[in-house]
């Protein structure tokens, strides 16, 4: 089925456009003081053979530590590479934040859902309510078999029912699930779902490392943060972070791990 018709705006951010310090979806301004500011990084790949992903890793942790004030990280799949020997060992990578992280489960993390608990100490679908108004949903997109899935649409809409009246809900999934990214699968009912919650601000995305700008559906952001690790994508590593103010204004924004430079700004 073509999905072009959902297809509603685009800004993608490609080496050419690095020189921009912003492309903005909507002008935004960065707060001065948040009631939330989460970081979501992608596709680390920590194992990769002939890559550098210590020094991915690394880099990406200082960058994250020279942020201020960040509430938690959410590592969005593909945390290792195939093989399920590396995933204690990049947990105990993400141990050195001086903040909360949380993990999705991507088709690179070839480890079953009771492993993937045991190590991670989360399901591989997971959810919690953050200052008591803000709902967190990670949702899983994979399996032991490295296979692309549809989310978990039961797991879903219980939760988003649950999350209904919370003044803001984020959800995770790695995979999109959406034909319009290149290595999206077709999974429209996903789409609808989430879509038909009014408190859903975004949805972040990773497995697409030449994708870290928006794409919108019945006028819900979709969001990617490119990629800190692996051996292909855009030749800038990145993150994105989230921010909503006292007003209950949320804006987005990538940023390169080397510097932190600001590539792209959304209001969501």
Known sequence: MNRRPFLQKISLIGTSMVAMPLLSFGKIELPKAT???????????????????????????????REKDVDFVVFNGDLIHDEPKYLPQVMNVYEQLQMPWYATRGNHDRVSEAVFQEVMRQPTNYSF??????????????NAAGDYLCANLDYARVVLDQYSKLSHVFVFIHISQSEWARNGIDCQAFMDLVTSYPNVRATFHGHDHDLDGLMVYRKKPFLWAGHFGGSWGN????????????????????????????LNGHNL
């Open 35 to 65: 009631r939330l500011k989460f970081i979501t990084a992608s596709d680390g790949h920590w194992g990769q053979p002939n890559t550098d992903f210590e020094a991915s890793h690394r880099n990406l942790i200082e960058a994250i530590h």
């Open 129 to 142: 309510i953050h200052k008591n108004d803000i709902g967190i949903v990670l949702l899983d997109s994979s």
């Open 235 to 262: 030749p800038f590593p990145s993150y994105r972070v989230c921010e909503v103010v006292e007003d209950g204004k949320a804006i987005t924004y990538l940023k390169t791990v080397k510097d932190g430079m600001v």
